[in-house]
């Protein structure tokens, strides 16, 4: 028992050592308990040690020692590992190794969640119609030109309701999308692929820098993401069957999953019809006209849930003029011809490369992707994928959907599973090698050698950006938690908090205030709503228009407080804005307090009721003139005008 113990221990030790020297180490903290390894020499010499006990004991002690009896045992093990068979073997360690990659990438992404990090501007509005609304006003306009599922919206105003309104537990099911991505493919990878392929398409959905970054935020792209995945596998799944019985059945289970899925994911409403094509085209080629209209006529199923989810909720963001005008620049102008268009598709490979996509060989990215969904060995599942980029160009080309980063990471999966399928043909044309077919010998070694520089980018991206710990360390740019708390503390009646127009939502979630028009009251105790009566609320913005700058127009909107609060996060007036504003404001009364919480976030306190005096005024001059100098090229010129807070 002694000396079995000592192996597993030293293989653990070793494990842990090799572990270490990949990813850096760990320094993650949980509340007031902190959890580091960094080194892996000491894991390593662990292991050595265990090792050497293990030599000793096995090898010193004569045939008759006490420890003779697990020595027997010891070498009646490694002779049944010898007797094994080498296919088992390998199957068992494609598993393992596919399981080992699940594993690390989940309890990554589970340490990097509960390390709850604050909120930023995106993730404040959705959350705010989450909490201020109920759940029938979340079937309308959405606050704030946000968009999301139904279904989804749903589900986190259930965790809001259940667990609370912190950010760790609204953020649950985007992990949990995020993490569910990566099984999904380790499934595709088992189904359809050899074990390295399978292993490269894991740790391609789980490691691609978007793909891995939208697991940690607030919004429905990890299910986008997820559903983009899931659902033309399924397709695949449906392709396989062997008799038509089999493919009506499946094909059925299909068109549930995809109505089911479109509730929660834009991206499942996305690829639903070019799949559902293929389903209906290779049903009729496969099994006759009848089993294609079988096919077409289970579409009843997702039809019904679309039109519901569309006059629920879908048809004001389709009709939304704010997000049509916003994201107007992002798809192609109508004038355009079938040139121009061309053209206009061709310039977005590139951007989109690198952002979903992760890497900057674009080159390398279209074409393993495209190739691998069109030659790769398994048709049925590059038949299934290859509509999702096509679908995405199409829907882009008739202006319905912008194919710019996150918005396009839908498309991202599919060209996943192209690049593994590259892979997986080139790994099948290696045993060309012993029948001599030098040709495909020379592809094979060629398309393994883009794919690895390829896939060796877009996981090591990943990794140093998002889910290594080293890439945790640093301080967030824009920290509203810390800053709007210490506004909290800090609030008195009679103050006025000033903060610019993408700075409100912070105030409004962290402020725990309604986001509501024309209310800001508690949400529930402990917020500003409960700091007293009299508190101003009041935007502020630069003044690009005015010809100097004239302290009376502040000094009247001011007139009725005693102190404002100037809170300065999102950098929507442009960075150097806070030394502006807070210079500007000084012109009214001394500055008692200039707080920094992250290279963004910054509160000022400046008491209006006390006169301005020379030497409070030049020590605030050199104190912002060195802050413009750390942070930005140069100080911002212009005057500054305050407004009432208008929820958009």
């Not at 950010?167 to 995020?178: D, E, H, I, M, S």
């Not at 993490?179 to 292993?199: E, F, N």
């Given at each position: 028992m002694l000396l079995r113990i000592l192996t597993a221990l030293g293989g653990v030790f070793l494990a842990w050592a090799a572990v270490l020297a990949i990813t850096g180490g760990f320094n993650v903290r949980l509340g007031s308990v902190r959890i580091s390894s960094q080194n892996p020499v000491a894991p390593l010499t662990l292991a050595v040690l265990c090792a050497i006990a293990v030599a000793a004991i096995a090898w010193v002690e004569g045939a008759a020692g006490p420890f003779a009896e697990e020595r027997r045992k010891l070498r009646a093990a490694w002779d049944r590992v010898r007797a094994l068979d080498r296919d088992r073997v390998a199957r068992l360690a494609s598993r393992a190794s596919l399981g080992l990659l699940?594993?690390?990438?989940?309890?990554?992404?589970?340490?990097?969640?509960?390390?709850?990090?604050?909120?930023?501007?995106?993730?404040?509005?959705?959350?705010?119609?989450?909490?201020?609304?109920?759940?029938?006003?979340?079937?309308?306009?959405?606050?704030?030109?946000?968009?999301?599922?139904?279904?989804?919206?749903?589900?986190?105003?259930?965790?809001?309701?259940?667990?609370?309104?912190?950010?760790?537990?609204?953020?649950?099911?985007?992990?949990?999308?995020?993490?569910?991505?990566?099984?999904?493919?380790?499934?595709?990878?088992?189904?359809?692929?050899?074990?390295?392929?399978?292993?490269?398409?894991?740790?391609?959905?789980?490691?691609?820098?978007?793909?891995?970054?939208?697991?940690?935020?607030?919004?429905?792209?990890s299910a986008d993401r997820l559903t983009a995945l899931l659902l033309p596998a399924l397709a695949a799944w449906a392709l396989d069957a062997p008799d038509r019985p089999t493919f009506a059945k499946r094909a059925g289970v299909w068109w549930f999953a995809a109505a089911v899925a479109q509730w929660f994911s834009f991206g499942a409403t996305l690829v639903t019809p070019g799949c559902a094509i293929v389903l209906v085209l290779f049903g009729w080629h496969r099994h006759g006209a009848s089993a294609a209209l079988g096919v077409a006529r289970s579409s009843w199923v997702w039809a019904s849930a679309f039109a519901l989810h569309y006059a629920i909720a879908l048809r004001f963001t389709h009709h939304s003029d704010f997000l049509n005008t916003y994201w107007a620049s992002r798809l192609p102008a109508a004038s355009l011809g079938i040139g121009g268009l061309a053209t206009w598709i061709r310039d977005r490979l590139e951007p989109l490369a690198v952002n979903p996509g992760g890497t900057q060989h674009w080159i390398a990215w279209w074409t393993a992707g495209m190739g691998g969904l069109l030659f790769g060995w398994r048709r049925t599942l590059g038949l299934a994928f290859l509509p999702v980029p096509l679908s995405g160009f199409l829907f882009a080309a008739v202006g319905q959907v912008p194919l710019y980063e996150r918005f396009s990471l839908w498309i991202v999966p599919a060209l996943h599973v192209g690049i593994a399928l590259a892979v997986d043909r080139a790994l099948r044309w290696l045993l060309a090698w012993r029948r001599r077919l030098w040709p495909q010998l020379a592809a094979a070694v060629a398309v393994l050698a883009v794919s690895y520089a390829l896939a060796n980018d877009i996981i090591t991206r990943g990794w140093r950006t998002v889910l290594s710990p080293h890439a945790r360390e640093g301080e967030p740019a824009v920290d509203d938690r810390r800053a709007v708390s210490f506004v909290k503390d800090r609030l008195r009646p009679g103050d006025v908090i000033l903060t610019t127009r993408l700075g409100w939502p912070a105030i409004w979630w962290y402020g725990v205030i309604s986001a509501r028009a024309g209310e800001h009251d508690p949400i529930q105790r402990g917020g500003i709503g409960d700091r007293g009566s009299g508190i101003g609320f009041l935007k502020i913005s630069r003044d690009r228009t005015a010809a100097r700058c004239d302290a009376e127009p502040l000094r009247a909107a001011l007139a009725p407080y005693r102190r404002a609060i100037v809170f300065l996060g999102f950098p929507d007036e442009g960075e150097g804005f806070g030394e502006l504003a807070v210079r500007r404001l000084s012109m009214l009364g001394p500055v008692i307090s200039l707080n920094d919480f992250s290279a963004l976030s910054r509160v000022a306190i400046i008491d209006l009721r006390a006169p301005q005096t020379i030497e409070s005024s030049r020590a605030l001059d050199e104190d912002l003139a060195a802050r413009a100098a750390r942070d930005t090229p140069k100080m911002l010129d212009g005057c500054v005008k305050v407004a009432p807070v208008e929820r958009w």
């Open positions: 699940v594993a690390a990438v989940a309890t990554f992404s589970f340490f990097r969640w509960a390390g709850d990090a604050p909120l930023w501007l995106d993730e404040q509005m959705i959350a705010l119609n989450i909490r201020d609304r109920s759940t029938i006003e979340l079937a309308g306009m959405l606050w704030f030109g946000q968009a999301a599922p139904f279904g989804w919206l749903v589900a986190e105003r259930a965790m809001l309701v259940l667990f609370g309104p912190q950010g760790v537990n609204l953020r649950f099911l985007p992990v949990a999308c995020g993490v569910g991505s990566v099984v999904a493919a380790a499934w595709v990878g088992r189904r359809w692929l050899t074990p390295v392929a399978a292993l490269l398409l894991a740790a391609l959905s789980g490691f691609a820098i978007w793909s891995a970054h939208v697991t940690f935020e607030l919004k429905h792209y």
